[in-house]
């Protein structure tokens, strides 16, 4: 009898389990529990396996392979990280973590845009109707590639866990995007662990900058903050579900649709930090009054003498 088809996640499972609890009769992150809810769905489900969750056949599929899209394409990317992610993702949680971890985080963020099944929806809309099987994969290789060119220009911070603050969810695509109102800023946002996600800020890099040597800066998110957060991952672009922690239910419970683009107030988002906005971290004194000024002139106000 031949082994069973291992099932393809576009989340991978072992880095879900980092958002629940560990199972007690089986080792390993992938067996960790979780509970979910669907968008399509008032009631939570759970606790659920990490590995029953964020997967579907045939998503990577190949009809006819060539030298440049291999059948197993996809897998090969995957095995690039998905090894270290779990690790790499807790030892955020604090400052102890290597060059090897960030590269790790890099790579997840790198490739997290192409895994999920709603790339299907984005390349067909980009590439024209009824366009062969295929040239969706080759779509997915290149949009790997141009992502890293994406996080060439941006800054990257360390969200961590305030003290009293709840616990980071996450949806199915594993990032949440984020606009900042007062600045017309785009960011997104790569929950890492219940405790910790890595915030990108979008067009922000500055000369001298090197993302890949490690976030431009750490930050505690206070409570009120991270439940924002928390509610602007719901609302993510055709995402099919949320998890959290099994304590989480009632979270899970009370998300809402909104139906827009979070949009991010002048939160205070800090513990500790008097940055009142949640991308101060990412720009220059000059760049944040000059947003702040054009923000205000568009609302018919004069900034503060």
Same mark, same amino acid.
């Given at each position: 009898?031949?082994?069973?088809?291992?099932?393809?996640?576009?989340?991978?499972?072992?880095?879900?389990?980092?958002f629940?609890?560990?199972?007690?009769?089986?080792?390993?992150?992938?067996?960790?529990?979780?509970?979910?809810?669907?968008?399509?769905?008032?009631?939570v489900?759970?606790? =659920?396996? &990490?590995?029953?969750?964020?997967?579907?056949?045939?998503?990577?599929?190949?009809?006819?392979?060539?030298?440049?899209?291999?059948?197993?394409?996809?897998?090969?990317?995957?095995?690039?990280?998905?090894?270290?992610?779990?690790?790499?993702?807790?030892?955020?949680?604090?400052?102890?973590?290597? &060059?090897?971890?960030?590269?790790?985080?890099? =790579?997840?963020?790198?490739?997290?845009?192409?895994?999920? @099944?709603?790339?299907?929806?984005?390349?067909?809309?980009?590439?024209?109707?009824?366009?062969?099987?295929?040239?969706?994969?080759?779509?997915?290789?290149?949009?790997?590639?141009?992502?890293?060119?994406?996080?060439?220009?941006?800054?990257?911070?360390?969200?961590?866990?305030?003290?009293?603050?709840?616990?980071?969810?996450?949806?199915?695509?594993?990032?949440?995007?984020? =606009?900042?109102?007062?600045?017309?800023?785009?960011?997104?946002?790569?929950?890492?662990?219940?405790?910790? &996600?890595?915030?990108?800020?979008?067009?922000?890099?500055?000369?001298?900058?090197?993302?890949?040597?490690?976030?431009?800066?750490?930050?505690?998110?206070?409570?009120? &903050?991270?439940?924002?957060?928390?509610?602007?991952?719901w609302?993510?672009?055709?995402?099919?579900?949320?998890?959290?922690h099994?304590?989480?239910?009632?979270?899970l419970?009370?998300?809402?649709?909104?139906?827009?683009?979070a949009?991010?107030?002048?939160?205070?988002?800090?513990?500790?930090?008097?940055?009142?906005?949640?991308?101060?971290?990412?720009?220059?004194?000059?760049?944040?009054?000059?947003?702040?000024?054009?923000? =205000?002139?568009?609302?018919?106000?004069? @900034?503060?003498?």
């Amino acid at each position: 009898m031949s082994a069973a088809r291992p099932l393809p996640h576009y989340l991978p499972a072992a880095f879900i389990g980092g958002f629940g609890i560990p199972n007690p009769r089986r080792t390993g992150g992938r067996y960790a529990n979780v509970c979910m809810r669907r968008r399509d769905s008032a009631t939570v489900a759970g606790p =659920l396996p &990490a590995e029953k969750v964020a997967a579907e056949f045939g998503v990577y599929d190949v009809e006819r392979p060539t030298p440049s899209l291999p059948a197993d394409f996809a897998d090969k990317l995957w095995e690039q990280y998905e090894g270290a992610l779990p690790t790499a993702a807790v030892a955020l949680e604090s400052d102890g973590f290597t &060059a090897q971890h960030w590269e790790a985080i890099l =790579l997840h963020v790198q490739a997290q845009s192409i895994r999920h @099944p709603d790339f299907d929806r984005v390349a067909t809309a980009y590439l024209g109707a009824r366009v062969p099987r295929d040239v969706i994969q080759e779509q997915r290789q290149i949009t790997h590639r141009e992502s890293r060119q994406l996080m060439s220009r941006a800054r990257f911070a360390v969200l961590r866990r305030g003290n009293h603050a709840p616990r980071f969810l996450i949806n199915d695509k594993g990032y949440t995007s984020l =606009l900042d109102l007062e600045f017309g800023a785009r960011s997104v946002l790569f929950p890492l662990t219940g405790n910790v &996600a890595v915030l990108m800020a979008t067009d922000a890099v500055q000369e001298g900058d090197d993302y890949e040597a490690g976030p431009y800066a750490v930050r505690r998110l206070n409570p009120k &903050a991270l439940r924002f957060v928390n509610g602007a991952s719901w609302d993510q672009v055709n995402t099919r579900a949320v998890f959290g922690h099994p304590d989480d239910e009632q979270t899970l419970v009370e998300l809402q649709h909104t139906g827009q683009l979070a949009r991010l107030p002048l939160l205070g988002p800090y513990q500790g930090n008097r940055e009142p906005g949640l991308l101060d971290w990412a720009f220059t004194f000059t760049e944040i009054r000059t947003r702040r000024e054009r923000w =205000l002139s568009n609302l018919g106000l004069s @900034p503060p003498t």
